[in-house]
């Protein structure tokens, strides 16, 4: 992380905090982990198409699914992510 980038916004009902990665990190986060310690954390992923794929993989066709049934799932693409609105389109 960088730390100067790195904020924190608290307010009655919210809390945000904006991480940003050093310069010398490369590639998107996958996921983060969050809690009251480091016993008790949670994992949240962020949205991309992998991670999406890979979770409808596990909710519409458990491990007992064929492989014809597999070549028959739709195609998700993550379209445009922003604080407002998620667009993904389904084929």
Known sequence: LASPETSVSVS???AAIGLAKAPRSTGLWEKFFFGL??????ERLFVSEENVDGFLDTVLCPSFC???????QPLIEVLDVTEDRIQIRLK
């Open 37 to 42: 310690d480091a016993s008790a954390l949670q």
């Open 12 to 14: 009655a009902h919210n």
């Open 66 to 72: 064929s492989q014809s049934a597999l070549e028959s």
